[in-house]
C-alpha cells in the first residue's frame, strides 16, 4: 500500500492540534511499543459473543474506512485517520502475558477471541509473529479459541489452528465485506482481494478447520448489493457459519468513512451517505445496544430478510455445538532435579 497524505479529524482529547498550511506530508508506517502488563481485554457488551478477547496491534494497516476501532486510537493521543492506519502499537509481550493470565488459578478456559478491535493478522504479523506466539500458547493450555480476519496470513498457522482443531477447539471466520474488487480497493486499501479472501476459506476448509463468513460491514448501498454473491461464493469456497454487522461509524469514523467515499467514489457517495441514514433513524449512526449492529427502518430489515433466506437456503450456521466443552489444562511443571550431594 502506497503512503497517503496525512489526514486525520481533530482529537477531542488533545490540548493541541497540528494543521499543515502548505504541502500535506506522507504518511509512512511507524511502530510504536505498548508496555500493558495485560493482555487480556473483557467486555460485557449485550451485542457481542464473547466476554475476552486479545489484541496484540492497536492501530491497523488494512486502513479500512469504516473501522470502527479508530476513535480507540484518539486515546493514545494519536489520530482516527492516517494515524490509525500507519502508527501502530505491537505488544512484544503479547504471547507472555497470555501464558501469565492463564497460570492464573481465576483463568477457567473460556473463548478466547482474537481481532475483537483491530485485525490479528494484518502485515506486521508477518515479521513480527505476536498472534502466532499467542495462538501456540492457547494451544499449549488447549485453551478454545475464535478468530475473525480479513488476511490470508492466517494460512501461515495452519499447523497451530490443526493443533487447536484436534486438542480444543477453534473457529476461524473471513471478513468479505465487499464483494466487488475496485469497491473493496477504494474502501479498505490495504486488504486482500476479495477472491483472495475466498481462496483463504477453501484452504482453511480443505485442511479441516471450522471457518465461516462474516459479511462485516454490510454498507448500505455498497455491500447489500451483492450480499447474496458472497455468502454463495463463500458456501462454495467451505465456509458453514456466516454472520454480518450493520456499518457502525461511531465518533469520527463518520469523518474518515465520509471523506474516503467523497474521494475514492464521488459519483455514489451521496447515495451511500443517505443509504446509511435510512438505517439509523435518519443519523450516521446511532449507539444503542441492540440496534448499533443491525440498524433500523425497512432498508435495514430488507438487508437482514435477504441475509437470513440466503444462509438458510444455503445451510448455513446448522452446526450449533463447534465448542467442546472443558478442554483447557495447564501444562505440568517438572520440579527441578534434586542435587545429588
Known sequence: ?????????PNPWASSALEYLDEVPLAKVEVFEDASASILSSNDSPDLGFRWSVNPYRGCNHACAYCYARPSHEYLSFGAGTDFDTKIVVKRRAAELLRAAFERPSWKGELVMFSGVTDCFQPLEAS??????????????????????????????????????????????????????DLARAIEPGVATPRRRL?????????????????????????DEKLGEVLEAAWNAGARTAGYVLLRLPGHVKEVFEARIREALPLRAEKILHRVRETRNGKLY??????????????????????????????FNQEDEWRRADTFRRPPRLAPQLSLF
Do not use: W
Open 286 to 315: 446511532d449507539a444503542r445496544f441492540g440496534v448499533r449492529g443491525r440498524g433500523e427502518g425497512q432498508y435495514a430489515e430488507a438487508i437482514a430478510q435477504v441475509f437470513e433466506v440466503t444462509t438458510r437456503r444455503l445451510g
Open 199 to 223: 481462496q483463504t476459506i477453501e484452504t482453511l476448509a480443505k485442511a479441516g478447520i471450522p471457518v465461516g463468513v462474516m459479511v462485516a460491514p454490510i454498507i448500505p448501498g455498497v455491500s
Open 1 to 9: 500500500m502506497k503512503p497517503t497524505p496525512v489526514a486525520n479529524p
Open 128 to 181: 513480527l509473529k505476536l498472534t502466532r506466539g499467542c495462538l501456540e500458547v492457547c494451544a499449549e493450555y488447549k485453551n478454545p479459541v475464535s478468530i475473525v480476519t480479513k488476511a490470508p496470513l492466517v494460512e501461515r498457522d495452519l499447523d497451530v489452528l490443526q493443533q487447536l482443531h484436534r486438542d480444543a477447539s477453534v473457529r476461524v471466520a473471513i471478513s468479505i465485506p465487499i464483494f466487488d474488487q
